[in-house]
């Protein structure tokens, strides 16, 4: 069974630009969330999402956001980038979500690292 | 909010040493995981822990939760150079509707053949 897989691995932006990240979760996974990992701050939770539904959002300003299909593949948006922005974004698949409720295994992506110059 | 706390942050040893990284908060998990993440690739699971005091081993890796379900610890023995990755902790919420996974920031192990 293929992994999670998250495309592209590397971008390079500049400021202001706009930026679109997609993955693809393992078969039959339904929930995906979307983690920012820094160095400084580790990871980050951004949003889960669940039959193309936003389950849960995380502490990061309106200029991120994200969508899944019905197929249950996810993007994520980041729009007017900021050098903060730059950081490995990575998606992680489950069967279903609610994390604290059910303590269910979450598959990570390898990311794609962005570069906002 | 929830906060993990990972320690030490950095860890260099000889092939062949022992070793323990902590991972402690002032809040109560329902559970707790392990992940080692390797440069350039995501984090990969290694243990979830659910029971107060439970103790899980997966061959040389030792991972304890505390008591209160506040804490946990990893121990490796006789580490080798494989063992080299970033170590980090996650906390799913005590309570319902806790839908994310709270992580610490990580202890970046390195085993020196």
């Known amino acids: 069974k293929a992994g999670v897989t998250q495309t592209p691995r590397y971008l390079i932006k500049t400021r202001g630009q706009q930026v679109t990240l997609s993955c693809s979760p393992i078969?039959?996974?339904?929930?995906v969330s979307w983690y920012q990992q820094t160095p400084g701050q580790g990871l980050q939770f951004l949003f889960e999402y669940f039959s193309e539904t936003q389950r849960n959002k995380g502490n990061f300003p309106g200029r991120f956001s994200g969508r899944q299909f019905s197929n249950s593949r996810s993007e994520m948006n980041v729009s007017t980038l900021e050098l903060g922005d730059s950081a490995l974004y990575l998606c992680?698949?489950?069967?279903?979500?609610?994390?604290?409720?059910?303590?269910?295994?979450?598959?990570f992506g390898s990311g794609t690292q962005l570069s906002v110059l | 909010t929830q906060l993990l706390e990972q320690s030490p942050q950095f860890l260099s040893i000889q092939e062949g040493e022992n070793l323990t990284v902590y991972c402690n908060s002032s809040s109560v998990f329902s559970s707790l995981q392990w992940y080692r993440q390797e440069p350039g690739e995501g984090p990969v699971l290694l243990v979830t822990v659910v029971t107060g005091g439970e103790v899980k081993k997966l061959k040389r890796l030792t991972f304890q939760f505390g008591d209160a379900r506040k804490d946990s610890s990893l121990h490796i023995t006789a580490a080798q150079p494989g063992d080299t990755g970033l170590y980090l902790c996650a906390g799913a919420g005590s309570g319902a509707g806790s839908y994310q996974l709270t992580f610490g920031k990580g202890t970046k192990l390195s085993v020196i053949p």
């Open positions: 992680a698949s489950s069967t279903i979500p609610g994390m604290g409720a059910t303590n269910e295994k979450l598959f």
């Open positions: 078969s039959g996974h339904r929930s």
